[in-house]
C-alpha cells in the first residue's frame, strides 16, 4: 500500500489523521507562486510542463499539504473546442461567446493535441514529486464549464445567458453538453493514463440550477465523466457547490468523494450523503484572510469530533484560497491537522 495518507484515506483505509490538501492552494496565496507571477504569465505556467511541474509541487514544499493539483484550469476544454480564450486582469474572457447559435455550435470540435502540454507535466510531476505526495488531476464539470462557453466570462456570477438558453434551447443545451462530455472524458482518461492518483470532478456553479433541474439534466453527464475515470481505475471527488438539498441526490454511483462547500455543514453532509461516500471540506477560506491565531484554531478545532468519528474525510477549504488568504494561517492550518491528536 502506498505510503501517501491521501491515497490511503482516499482509496478506504483506516488512516492515523485526515489528509489536507486546498483547493487554488498553488495561485493565490504563496510567495513563492506571485514572485514567479512577476516574470512568467499565467498562460505560460500553465503551457510550459516544467512551470507547470514546479508551480503544481510548490504548495507541497511550502504549506506541506499531502497533495497537489494539478495547475491548469477548467476552460482548456472549450479552448480544445475551438474557442479563442484570453485571460485578463477581470478574469478569463472568451472572444465570441455562444449564444443560441446552432451553426456555432455544430462548428466545435476537439482539438486533443491542444492538451498533451498537461500530460507532459503530469509525468514531470509524477517523477519530481515526493512519495508520499498524491497528485490530483481535475477537469471542469460540463454544466459550469457551459456557463463560461455562453457567458463568455465571470464578469457576472450568475450566468444569466447561460441559464436562458437552457431553459429555451434544450436541444442546443443537449448538444453542448455532450460536446463538453466526450473531451472532457478522453482528458481525464489521459490523466489517469500518465499517472494521476484522484481526480476532481469541479462543478463551482451548480446553485444555479433547481436540484431536480440539475439531477435531470446534468447529473446524466457528470455520471458519464466519473464512470470513466473510476473504469479506469481512479478514485473521483465532486464538488457539486451550492447544491445544498440537492446532495442528498448524489449516490454512489456518481462519486467516491463528496467536496462539501462551506455554506453546507459536514455534520449535516454526512446524515445526508450515502454512507460508502467520503467527504471532503470545508472550512470556510475567508477566516484565512484574518490575522489572529486564535480565531483561527478555534475554528479548527470545530473540526476535532467530525475527524475523530470520520475516517473518510478529506480536510480541504470549502471553496478555492483567495489572494487575500495569509500564507501563515494556511500553513498553521496544515501544521495543526498534522499535529492534532485525533484519538483514531
Ligand atoms: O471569476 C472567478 O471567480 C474565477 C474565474 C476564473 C476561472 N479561471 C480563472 C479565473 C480567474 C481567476 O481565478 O481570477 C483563471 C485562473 N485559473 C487558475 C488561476 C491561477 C490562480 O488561481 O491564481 C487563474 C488566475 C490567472 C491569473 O493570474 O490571471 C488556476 C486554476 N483554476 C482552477 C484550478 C483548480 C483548483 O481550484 O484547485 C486551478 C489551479 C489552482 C492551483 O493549483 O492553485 C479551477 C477553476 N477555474 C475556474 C473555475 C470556476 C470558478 C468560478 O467560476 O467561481 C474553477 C473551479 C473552481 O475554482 O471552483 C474559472
Known sequence: MSNSVFIRTIRGERCERPPVWFMRQAGRVLP???????????????????????????????????????????????EALGMELNFTDKGPV??????????????????????????????????????????IGFCGSPFTTLCYMVQGSSANHFFPDAIKLIYSHRQQTSHLLELITELSIEYAVNQVKHGIDAFQLFETHAGLLPYELYVELV???????????????????????????????????????????????????RRTVDPRIGLQGNFDPRIFSIDNPNILISELEKYKAFGRNNFNWIFNTG??????????????????????????
Not at 447559435?101 to 509525468?123: F, P, V
Not at 495569509?326 to 495543526?336: A, E, K, M, S, Y
Open 319 to 344: 471553496h478555492g484560497l483567495s489572494p487575500d488568504n495569509l500564507f501563515h494561517n494556511v500553513r498553521r492550518t496544515v501544521d495543526w491537522i498534522k499535529t492534532t491528536d485525533w484519538q483514531r
Open 219 to 269: 447529473l446524466p453527464y457528470v455520471k458519464r465523466i466519473t464512470s470513466a475515470v473510476r473504469d479506469a481505475g481512479c478514485p473521483v471527488i465532486f464538488f457539486p457547490k451550492g447544491l445544498g438539498a440537492g446532495l442528498k441526490q448524489i449516490h454512489y454511483d456518481v462519486a467516491d468523494y463528496i467536496s462539501v462547500d462551506w455554506q453546507d455543514s459536514m455534520e449535516e453532509a
Open 94 to 135: 472568451f472572444d465570441a461567446p455562444i449564444k443560441n447559435q446552432s451553426a456555432y455550435i455544430s462548428r466545435l470540435q476537439g482539438d486533443t493535441s491542444k492538451l498533451s502540454h498537461i500530460y507532459k507535466a503530469i509525468d514531470l510531476i509524477k517523477v519530481q514529486k515526493p512519495e508520499d505526495c498524491a497528485l
Open 32 to 78: 513563492s507562486y506571485l514572485s514567479l507571477r512577476e516574470k512568467y504569465s499565467f498562460r505560460d505556467l500553465m503551457h510550459n510542463p516544467e512551470l507547470t511541474a514546479k508551480v503544481t509541487l510548490l504548495p507541497v514544499q511550502d504549506l506541506g499539504v499531502d497533495a497537489a493539483i494539478l495547475f491548469s484550469d477548467i476552460l482548456v476544454i472549450p
